[in-house]
């Protein structure tokens, strides 16, 4: 038996009247990616993709080419981050509701609930909150059960033993996670389906999923740090950040380096392998960003190796491992192909998935 591989999936690639506001008339993700510049010698920058073109997720062929692509090359489901921030309050919902009323593509799906508060983070306006996230109580919380019981009811929606399967991505920033998640496998029953499947994302690799009322986890990379305001009583941080910040220079990693801390050798049998492609957010945050550089697709091939051996290892009713992810361009985090690589990563994907039969 293979993995089933879940793609995340970003949806900021159409204008919403809030971007408009907050950053510029138009606004999408491929502002900053089309925007972006190289910051040191030997920085690739602007990385752009090839073949599926600054596409828009209103245009339904574009969605069709996304999931035909990722079906060739072993990709099982996208994960779609939703954004729900309390009081009825959503964002980017149009690509997932266009998906869910058109029924195409035919493509399995499921949804991440991206439970945090947007700031100007991207831009360096850290103080400035754009959209906050809030927990108002249970009604809210069957208010928000209750806007995704249609996909979830999808015969497309990805299941574990008929269960369908949801995402939590800051499982610590919830109130109460084990009452949250046992009133929405209540409402879950009352609503006809056989329960839910819980996920979190956490970065330590033998956090206890089900304590907290999950069924598993995701091994989120934990190296990235954003440069951040440092007090001086660390000294030597707060002199090495104003030296780099004066040479307009981000925080630079070694992509196979970094491996040890993105994939641990050992983690808890609940904790589900996550792979990165790559990463360089510069696009959204400038010289206060992080690189991982010198990845290639055969270093990603190799971190896939180290994620078969977790994945292998695990004690699961699911079948999971996920990358992050399928287009999140701003972030330098995508399978989707670029100019410079093609689709070398997607092969070496699909090469290494079919291999671990």
């Not at 204008?15 to 510029?24: A, C, H, R, S, Y």
């Not at 954004?83 to 266009?98: A, I, S, T, V």
């Not at 990563?345 to 079919?354: G, R």
Request: net charge neutral; charged share 25%.
């Amino acid at each position: 038996m293979k993995p089933e591989v879940i793609a995340l999936y970003l949806p900021q690639y159409h204008p919403i009247k809030e971007n408009d506001e907050w950053w510029e008339p138009g606004f999408t993700e491929w502002t900053n990616v089309t925007k972006a510049k190289p910051l040191y010698r030997g920085h690739h920058q602007p990385n752009l993709p090839s073949e599926l073109g600054l596409y828009d997720l209103r245009v339904p062929e574009a969605r069709e080419a996304q999931a035909e692509l990722a079906k060739a090359y072993s990709v099982t489901a996208f994960c779609y981050y939703h954004y729900w921030f309390g009081n009825g309050r959503r964002l980017l919902e149009r690509p997932l509701n266009d998906v869910l009323a058109c029924g195409k593509p035919d493509f399995p799906f499921m949804v991440c609930w991206a439970n945090q508060t947007w700031s100007g983070a991207w831009h360096g306006l850290d103080k400035q909150v754009l959209a906050e996230q809030l927990y108002p109580g249970v009604d809210d919380e069957k208010a928000h059960f209750e806007t995704l019981l249609s996909a979830f009811r999808d015969p497309r929606y990805l299941r574990v033993k008929g269960k369908p399967v949801f995402m939590v991505y800051a499982p610590d920033d919830l109130p109460d996670p084990v009452a949250f998640i046992a009133h929405w496998r209540r409402l879950a029953e009352e609503a006809g389906l056989p329960g839910l499947y819980v996920l979190a994302e956490h970065r330590d690799p033998f956090w206890d999923a089900r304590a907290h009322g999950f069924d598993a986890f995701i091994l989120k990379p934990s190296f990235m740090r954003r440069r951040a305001w440092t007090p001086w009583s660390q000294p030597l941080q707060k002199i090495r950040n104003r030296i780099l910040d004066a040479l307009g220079r981000p925080s630079v990693f070694d992509y196979e380096a970094m491996q040890p801390y993105l994939l641990p050798e050992r983690a808890s049998p609940q904790a589900i392998p996550c792979v990165l492609p790559n990463w360089d957010n510069t696009p959204r945050s400038g010289a206060r960003g992080v690189v991982l550089e010198n990845s290639t697709p055969q270093k990603f091939g190799a971190a896939l190796d180290r994620a078969l051996a977790l994945w292998r290892g695990r004690d699961r009713e699911d079948n999971f491992l996920f990358v992050k992810s399928w287009n999140e361009w701003a972030e330098g985090n995508h399978l989707e192909p670029n100019r410079r690589w093609g689709r070398a990563y997607l092969e070496v994907l699909a090469a290494k998935i079919n291999a671990s039969r």
